[in-house]
């Protein structure tokens, strides 16, 4: 009897989960999806990439679709969860054309990573302010850094990810303050 089992999330977390059910359980029927346009995306790696430590960030991807496709996996990209029915065991989501789906599940593994806090601060919706957690975002702090008009760079956070990102803007010959 098959067992059918949802992932809401495909990066990290339900990357694995959903490679651990399909390489050892034959009797797995696995659905993922996921808000994001991409899969995969090793969010640690983008200090490399944006400090041109690594030319090409398509090596900050370690999987693609296609490798869950082939292992029998259904995939949804770009689609959002708008309500789960614990109790008839239904995920309700909307895709980004509109379209609005169910899935039916045995299983289900809400693997859904985290955001960054946004304070509620005055300004922080001004132009030039950046989070740093998904690929898009990666892409748009790359294109700040590459203007030229832009002289000075400030980091509010000093773990991991802020501590390389304020090093690749120093290397792509920026001022840097670090918070």
């Known amino acids: 009897m098959m067992t059918k089992t949802v992932i809401i999330g495909t990066n990290h977390a339900g990357i694995a989960a959903a490679n651990t059910l399909l390489d050892n359980y ?4 696995v659905v993922m999806i996921d ?3 991409n899969l995969s995306y090793l969010g640690c790696g983008t200090a490399l990439w944006v400090g041109r430590q690594v030319n090409d ?3 900050l991807f370690y999987t693609k679709v296609e490798d869950f496709t082939n292992k029998g996996a259904k995939i949804t990209l770009e689609a959002e969860v ?5 109790d008839k065991k239904v995920v309700h989501y909307i895709k980004k054309d509109g379209t609005e789906l169910t899935e039916d599940y045995d299983k289900l ?7 960054p806090i946004s304070p509620n601060v005055a300004g922080k919706d001004l132009n030039g302010i950046h989070f740093l957690k998904l690929f898009q975002d990666g892409q748009d702090v790359d294109k700040e850094i590459s203007a030229e008009e832009v002289k ?7 773990g991991y ?3 390389e ?3 690749a803007a120093k290397r792509r010959g920026k001022n840097v303050l670090l918070f």
Not at 152 to 158: F, H, L, Q, S, T
């Open 161 to 163: 990810i802020g501590v």
């Open 165 to 167: 990102i304020a090093e």
């Open 82 to 86: 708008k309500d789960i029915d614990f």
């Open 109 to 115: 593994i809400l693997a859904t990573g985290s955001l």
């Open 35 to 37: 808000r994001n346009s």
């Open 152 to 158: 000075n760079v400030a980091v509010i956070g000093a």
């Open 57 to 59: 960030y398509h090596g």
């Open 26 to 29: 034959p009797d797995q029927e």
